[in-house]
């Protein structure tokens, strides 16, 4: 009978709702319309006789049900994804390139490392997407993505992380010709308090990161009431006299007079991590380019 069959799509649309907290980001994640989604759940839930989740207009929160049996989902799709990967094998076909999302923080000089260490012996083939970090994170929940590389800035979703390198933050003042000329050499954060600062939407993690920045220094941040849909049109609106800049030193051209970022007389940096699933059929391949690209320990 249809009522006691367990279709496998039916335990992916599980596990993405229960990681992603929502059906319809479960269901963009997948890459399915909702209906289908919230019907494929449904059905599961007539098999497992108990709701798998209780829905509201903040999203879908796992049952005690479905809070026990997602570890048994998640080992099933471990499973069928490892006799997949066995039958690529035996049939001689290639891996799969590995799926890496970047944040357009992350630097050229980092992405130039990681496809320098994917030439080892065997090779591994690398797919890059550039992206916003919240569809980063819906990818690599949603297991189109197999490990993101991202700003050390968002919370936890049950991914493993490894910190992959760090960048200097710089301060490119306002510079309008009625402006006073900037001063040369690093800035205090505290300096920087309560003067304007132009900055970009909360997309690509910089802002999280210099709110945090500020928040954790007790310096005063005034944002101005724009916002700039790229890190060019921020260094153009500096130039206009509408607020300083702050970017990692990658982001910025140059000839751009910037200054370093100090905090009690220590640079300010911005971490960049790496994120994957361990239990992901392609985690020992990842884990492999990653001990080839973090940096070693002091």
Request: glycine residues 10%; negative net charge; contains cysteine.
């Amino acid at each position: 009978m249809y009522g006691d069959t367990v279709k496998v799509t039916q335990l992916y649309y599980v596990r993405a709702a229960a990681d992603l907290g929502s059906f319809s980001r479960a269901a963009a994640s997948l890459g399915v319309t909702q209906p289908a989604l919230s019907n494929g759940i449904a059905a599961l839930e007539r098999v497992l006789g108990g709701a798998l989740f209780t829905r509201s207009t903040t999203g879908a929160i796992p049952t005690a049900l479905a809070l026990r049996v997602l570890p048994q989902v998640n080992a099933a799709l471990a499973s069928l994804e490892t006799m997949l990967s066995e039958a690529r094998a035996a049939a001689g076909v290639n891996a799969q390139p590995l799926r890496v999302g970047v944040s357009p923080l992350i630097p050229p000089a980092l992405i130039a490392r990681v496809f320098e260490a994917a030439r080892h012996d065997p090779p591994i083939a690398l797919v890059l997407t550039e992206d916003n970090l919240a569809d980063l994170r819906a990818g690599l929940l949603g297991r189109h993505l197999d490990v993101i590389f991202v700003p050390a800035v968002a919370g936890a979703d049950g991914s493993a992380r490894r910190l992959i390198g760090a960048e200097a933050i710089h301060y490119l003042p306002s510079t309008a010709p009625t402006l006073t000329p900037a001063a040369d050499g690093p800035v205090e954060l505290g300096d920087l308090s309560g003067k304007p600062l132009v900055m970009v939407g909360e997309g690509c993690g910089l802002s999280t990161f210099t709110r945090t920045l500020f928040a954790q220094s007790g310096a005063h941040l005034h944002p101005y009431p724009g916002e700039a849909d790229s890190y060019r049109s921020l260094q153009e609106w500096a130039h206009l006299g509408l607020g300083g800049a702050l970017l990692p030193r990658s982001k910025f051209g140059t000839d751009e007079p910037t200054r370093p970022v100090l905090d009690g007389g220590q640079p300010v940096q911005i971490r960049y991590e790496a994120r994957w699933f361990t239990h992901s059929t392609r985690a020992t391949a990842i884990e492999t380019l990653l001990d080839a690209i973090t940096p070693p320990t002091t």
